[in-house]
């Protein structure tokens, strides 16, 4: 029989993903000028705070598939290897979209993009996301360190729950 | 006492891997992906960096001529998108444009033959331009010259009573307004003709054919049509950033009517512009309206037996749906080349 822990465990993890995505929106607020991601205002207050400096640029890229793979994981069974999985998972898509943005691929991945989504909004955000991007190897970097920080956080999680069992 | 945690059930987790793996897509695609105006620069260059300057060009006015023998014919070169001063040659080609030859000292900006003669029919003239050590660039125009006098057609005050004007109604839009009227001051000179035309609502061209009563031409007593030389001044009164006009030769021979292509260039502006068109043949003329042609029928018709030719002229005009466009018309001229 589990106990509460493991409920608890399980928001302990989303917590820990919300705390990370929170200091990733700062990074937004403070950190990229003129630049507005979806769902996130502009506080001009904040804006041009220049808090992280040059970690900014590639926080959020580790912020992303860490957050995303605790909330995963706080979903799937406490022992399932599902959740590592799933910090594979996360990371291999924020790889791919940043791949995506590579100039040799960009272009076409656009045009393919808009061809089958038609210029509907969905198309062209998408398409926009890949043309008017920045590839950056540092942010693939980024993310690989993000997911496995999440690994981490979950295997931390896997222990104690093994050790609650033999309690 | 210790309460139980219930797991959830599988399509509940499922359905919230799914949710997850959304909200993860829409904040990875609503980060805008770390580029900037940068990355667009360097996938859109175009977009970002002035455009480069257009490349040094010329023309030739007028770029083909008709004359009668003994009279002056002047070609001018117009350069474009040069720096500083321009250099010219003046070429000549007895082949229709094969090959040129140099005219020795006719190193002008125009270049004027005297007195045409039937030796210089279908002569064609280039001039060429350039700058310093840079390419030349070139254009021709291509002389015709008649042993006969033309027969013109003109009208710089346009009596009401002088014109009819037929609206073309296209299949399945409905009619539109049009008003014309002579008005006495605001030509080139004097008075000018003025139209009033609504852009047929649900499209965006109303097209209004104009024929002159009094601009007939007979090839039976006044010889075969060789060519049409057409000029008019037009006005876009009511100057908007949606509408313009255009003009086009219309006529009316044996119960059918003609158009050209329209004049190249187009009314878009609130003064006054010559629009011209030379040299047009048989050749450029298409059915507008009225019986279709049978095989053994030429038409339209220039030749010697031909039925007499009424003239007028189109005028197309662009805009918003349902919009009224104001627009004038003066020194409307129809110069026919005979053989």
């Known amino acids: 029989m589990t106990s509460l822990h493991a409920a608890g465990r399980h928001s302990t993890l989303v917590a820990l993903g919300c705390i990370a995505l929170a200091i990733g929106s700062l990074v937004y607020l403070t950190d990229r000028d003129g630049l507005h991601a ?49 910090c594979a998972a996360w990371f291999a898509l924020n790889a791919a979209f940043e791949l995506g943005q590579h100039p040799a691929v960009r272009s076409d991945l656009g045009a393919s993009i808009e061809s089958v989504l038609g210029r509907t909004a969905l198309g062209r955000t998408l398409s926009n996301y890949f043309v008017g991007g920045r590839f950056d190897r540092s942010d693939i970097v980024a993310a690989a360190i993000g997911a496995l920080a999440a690994a981490g956080v979950l295997l931390v999680a896997q222990r104690l729950v093994e050790r609650d069992h033999e309690d | 006492m210790k309460t139980e945690y219930r797991r959830p059930s599988s399509w509940r987790r499922g359905l919230a891997v799914a949710g997850i793996c959304l909200l993860g897509l829409v904040t990875i695609i609503g980060s805008g992906g770390g580029g900037g105006l940068d990355a667009v620069c360097e996938t859109y260059p175009d977009s970002c960096a002035p455009p480069p300057p257009a490349p040094p060009s010329v023309s030739v006015v007028p770029p083909s001529v008709t004359a009668q023998v003994g009279t002056v014919v002047t070609f001018m070169a117009v350069p474009a998108n040069f720096s500083g001063a321009v250099s010219y040659q003046w070429r ?59 027969v ?34 605001g030509g ?43 000029a ?39 003064t006054w512009t010559a629009l011209a068109q030379y040299g047009l043949q048989q050749q450029d003329f298409r059915l507008f309206d009225g019986p279709a042609c049978a095989a053994s029928e030429s038409c339209p018709d220039f030749s010697a037996t031909a039925a007499p030719v009424r003239f007028g002229y189109r005028r197309t005009t662009f805009g918003s749906p349902g919009t009224t466009v104001e627009q004038g018309i003066d020194n409307w001229r129809v110069t026919v080349w005979r053989r």
């Open chain 2, 92 to 150: 000549r080609s007895s082949d229709g444009g094969t090959s040129f030859v140099n005219i020795a000292g006719a190193t002008a900006k125009n270049y004027t033959l005297a007195s045409v003669n039937l030796a210089d029919d279908g002569a064609v003239f280039m001039a060429l331009a350039w700058q310093g050590a840079s390419a030349a660039v070139q254009a021709t125009s291509t002389l015709r010259v008649s042993a006969t006098p033309a």
């Open chain 1, 38 to 86: 979806v769902g996130i205002p502009a506080i001009p207050a904040l804006a041009g705070a220049h808090l992280f400096g040059s970690i900014g640029l590639w926080l959020p890229s580790l912020v992303h598939p860490f957050a995303f793979s605790l909330f995963t994981a706080a979903v799937l069974p406490l022992r399932s290897a599902w959740r590592f999985g799933a």
């Open chain 2, 232 to 270: 008019e001044n037009c006005n876009l009164l009511s100057s908007s950033e949606t509408s313009y006009a255009e003009s086009a030769v219309f006529f009316e021979q044996s119960g059918r009517r003609y158009v050209s292509d329209a004049s190249p260039t187009p009314c878009m502006s609130a």
């Open chain 2, 152 to 185: 013109v057609f003109a009208d710089g005050d346009f009596p009401a009573d002088h014109w009819q004007a037929s609206p073309a109604i296209v299949a399945g839009y409905p009619p539109f307004t049009h008003v014309e009227e002579r008005v006495d001051a």
């Open chain 2, 188 to 230: 080139t000179p004097a008075a000018f003709r003025k139209m009033t035309v609504q852009v047929a609502p649900g499209s965006s061209v109303s097209s209004v054919t104009h024929l002159s009563i009094t601009s007939v031409y007979d090839p039976r007593t006044q010889g075969a049509i060789s060519s049409i030389d057409y």
